[in-house]
Nanobody, 123 residues
Framework: QVQLVESGGGLVQPGGSLRLSCAAS????????MGWYRQAPANQRELVAS???????AYADSVKGRFTISRDTAKNTVFLQMNSLKPEDTAAYYC?????????????????WGQGTQVTVSS
């Protein structure tokens, strides 16, 4: 399976910025979509932002204008630049990648999740 490694979370004051990274490791043939989700305690996991193979992006209303999703296709890496952070952005952030990878002589679908990285916005 394809493994995802996240980095970049931490503690930041309101109004601050953080940049999350998520790198996929495997013999990836193609990626359909890459996304970031978040989950706060007692809440359901929600989609924050996504980017398709064609470069189309989508954002949750709560982060529009503050967060930017981008990717490095050569490195199979997706980023989430988070600016003007608010206390309500506090959550565990998870990346998700879906596509095709090559293993055991065949191309197979994958849909993988990162291990999660904590973002805490507090003064």
């Amino acid at each position: 399976q394809v493994q995802l490694v996240e980095s970049g979370g931490g503690l930041v004051q309101p109004g601050g910025s953080l940049r999350l990274s998520c790198a996929a490791s495997a013999s990836i043939f193609s990626i359909n979509v890459m996304g970031w989700y978040r989950q706060a305690p007692a809440n359901q996991r929600e989609l924050v932002a996504s980017i398709t193979s064609g470069g189309s992006t989508a954002y949750a209303d709560s982060v529009k204008g503050r967060f930017t999703i981008s990717r490095d296709t050569a490195k199979n890496t997706v980023f989430l630049q988070m600016n003007s952070l608010k206390p309500e952005d506090t959550a565990a952030y998870y990346c998700n990648v879906a596509g095709l990878y090559y293993t055991d002589g065949a191309y197979r679908n994958f849909n993988s999740w990162g291990q999660g990285t904590q973002v805490t916005v507090s003064s």
